[in-house]
């Protein structure tokens, strides 16, 4: 009885096993007949089905030249989350009008966000939509791993291409090559609520403040009995290392060098010494920060919406939404500052950072282009422009305010930007930031290699600077820096 | 019996042959359907069990690149592995973790086992509302954790105004944040345990109470000489249990505190998530997860005689 049983059994395994092993490679064979069915998934394989065809017809008579409006194309799309109601009403207009101008395009929508945890899995599976949202950040990661498509075709024929705000696009241009379009962009700074501060009699600093202002403002503010604190430096995750990085420039200090095409850690510097006594301070000497001082951006953001921080330190555009659309402020009792500079007459240094959008290597050209096509759509249109004033005036009806983005797609003197500034000035739910505050910023991008890696080794030290009062700050940071030549940047070559 | 005979009626390769043949055929007939019933299940089994522990096997040898392929390392990625100060942390911090769920969370089922049983009324009130916690979603359970742990949450607003100083960082403060961790999941976890010592305890027949009461054994007694030895086997069934899966810890370590703070509660559990997700270094996870996998098997095997103990008991 056993014999047979266990032939069954290695049969079983045998055909499922060459099943599951050519499943991986079947994609390709399979859906080449029907892959537009499941353009979601499957981005390369349309490709396959409406290309391979002409190429056969190439050899005995050329084809006509297909305009890509004609062709069935599938493109899955970056969506928002279903908590996002007015950003998916916004997005199903868009799409109506998108398919209206496209009627062969089939969109399906896709609301997976960029995690820096979930990518890998998601391009190891093919499961990433034909375009997806990241981060300033991730330019150089995604372009290292290969998984953002090499889009400077379709860049040099865009007409627009020039008024596109270089300073933010550049994060996304490596080598001279495109890799991704900017949507909106920021330079990392410190949301006050002035409420808050007015509660406790202390006055708002100027925007050209100084890091001993923001340490003054904090301690005044900070009621540690009551769990109020001056200001909440993230203290979790990743987003610890990231915060302190704006004091790293701040003081003049780089996270990296490349020179001579080797990169070299460039963290560990006086600099970074000085941005980590700012942040023993904030602990030790003024007792200004959470007792509880674990906060990733959620609960940073969270606490700053609360009214349980006086201070945070994030892109405005985010702190603004949570502030006012969930915790209850009004604009006049918040006030978008730039970091604040070392010392009088420094920089106001803060990571730039901003919102892309990066098409998927896997997708063919033909979804590739319809993905840039989509992208750009409403940029520089009058019908984004009203779409725009309809999603005020929508929430205006809800009670609840728009924040526009603290730096936009376009160049801000341009007369798209006025035109746009236009609408912004005829109503009181938009919130509205201070072009004095504005003019201090001083955005600097990040680091181009293993950013994440660099800030997961800060947050350990943050979270030690938050932990103990004696820290031999120096030693913590050539530590950091030598791990992180050997682990990682020695392995590079820059080209 | 002639087995010339045999192969004149059957086809011409032998009686031995035929015979062998013969006989997959019956028993393919008599549990066909049995075997085609256990088909999807196997099938599951096989393609999200067992192949992904081969490949994590195959991968533990590979330096795993989803877009330029991947490349054999031979030991590379144990070698990282052993050499990786982190590692050492995270056993530290796993067996420590374990240590604590033993004593902090371990007995905690028994005991509301044994005094549920012992409630005459409303019994299923009670039984009900020590498993609630469990059904409470996670985002729930944190966020109410986070509020009971908070600097001017409850438990701190109780310490400060009983014995007055600035009260505990439960998370934040390294000699706490896995204590607090421990306490949470104790309270969330502990109902479904519960459940099963309560049906075993429920088990154990009215009379042998009676006969200890009627001998004049006190309510102790009763449970030092009758309850906890009856409990026994499924005692040490639930330890190796518990052994394997608070081994395998890393959720609320990571939804909490990310592994913080300075590395507090980074579990194995959760290095092998960072070095597959964060690092997106899986040749090295995979090599973490085989080590853990030696080391689990053991414990799996134990387990699986402790459970063909306790049947055989029954």
Known sequence: ?495 | MNPLTKSTTSVPIGPQAAARRSRPQVLLRKYGWSLAFLLPAAAIFLLFLWLPIMKGFVYSFYSIDFVNGNKFTGLDNYRTVLADPDVRIAIKNTLYYMFLCLIIGFWVPIVFAIAISEIKRFQGVFRVAAYLPNVIPVVVLYGLWRWLYDPVGPINASITSLWGGEGISFLSDTSWSMISLVFMETWQQFGSAMLLYLAAVLSIPRDWYEAAEIDGAGIWQRIRHITLPSLRSLILLMLVLQIIGTSQAYQSQLALLDGGPMNATLTYALLIVKYATTRLDMGTASAMGVLMFLVLGVLAMLHFRLDRKGGDAA
């Open chain 1, 1 to 495: 009885m056993r014999k047979p049983t266990a032939i069954i059994s290695c049969l079983m395994a045998t055909t499922l096993l060459l099943s599951a092993c050519s499943g991986s490679n079947g994609n390709n064979s399979s859906n080449s007949n029907n892959g537009n069915s499941n353009a979601g998934n499957t981005g390369g394989t349309t490709n396959t089905a409406v290309n391979e065809p002409a190429v056969n017809n190439a050899e005995s008579t050329p084809p006509p030249e297909e305009n890509i409006k004609d062709k069935k194309i599938t493109i899955s799309i970056y969506y928002p989350l279903p908590d996002q109601t007015e950003k998916r009403k916004s997005e199903d207009d868009k799409i109506a009008r998108f398919q209206q101008e496209y009627p062969n395009v089939t969109i399906v929508k896709s609301d997976w966000h960029y995690n820096v945890d979930e990518i890998g899995v998601k391009m190891a599976a093919n499961e990433a939509p034909t375009f997806f949202n990241t981060f300033a950040t991730e330019a150089g990661f995604l372009v290292q791993r290969g998984w953002a498509a090499d889009i400077t075709e379709l860049w040099s024929s865009y007409s627009f291409k020039d008024d596109i705000n270089p300073t933010l696009q550049n994060q996304f241009v490596k080598d001279g090559k495109v890799y991704g379009v900017v949507q909106n962009g920021y330079s990392t700074s410190t949301v006050i609520n002035k409420k808050l501060l007015a509660s406790k009699n202390v006055t708002a600093p100027s925007y050209d403040w100084t890091w001993d202002d923001m340490l003054a403002t904090a301690k005044a503010v900070a009621d540690p009995k009551k769990g109020i604190a001056g200001i909440a430096p993230m203290g979790k995750g990743n987003e610890a290392g990231w915060n302190w990085t704006n004091f790293l420039f701040e003081a003049g200090g780089q996270i990296q060098t490349t020179n001579g095409g080797k990169v070299t850690a460039a963290f560990n510097s006086d600099a970074g010494v000085k941005a980590l006594q700012f942040y023993q301070k904030l602990r030790w000497e003024a007792n200004a920060i959470p007792k509880d001082w674990a906060l990733g951006w959620g609960d940073a953001v969270g606490a700053f919406a609360q009214g349980r921080t006086a201070m945070v330190i994030a892109g405005a555009e985010g702190v603004l939404d949570q502030a006012l659309n969930q915790g209850g402020l009004k604009p006049d009792e918040v006030a978008t500052y730039p970091m604040p500079a070392a010392e009088a007459g420094g920089k106001h240094s803060g990571i730039l950072g901003g919102d892309y959008l990066v098409i998927n290597p896997n997708a063919s050209k033909d979804e590739q282009e319809m993905a840039f096509r989509y992208i750009t759509f409403d940029y520089f249109t009058d019908n984004y422009l009203s779409a725009v004033e309809k999603d005020i005036q929508a929430r205006k009806a809800d009670g609840k305010y728009y924040i526009p983005p603290q730096m936009s797609y376009f160049k801000g003197d341009s007369e798209y930007g006025k035109k746009l500034q236009a609408i912004y000035d005829k109503y009181d739910n938009v919130y509205k930031y201070d072009p004095e505050s504005n003019k201090l910023l001083d955005g600097n991008p990040e680091a181009q290699y293993n950013t994440q890696e660099y800030y997961a080794e800060m947050t350990s030290i943050i979270q030690e600077v938050f932990a103990k009062k004696d820290v031999d700050l120096k030693a913590k940071l050539d530590a950091a820096a030598k791990n992180m030549q050997s682990k990682h940047y020695d392995a590079i070559k820059v080209q």
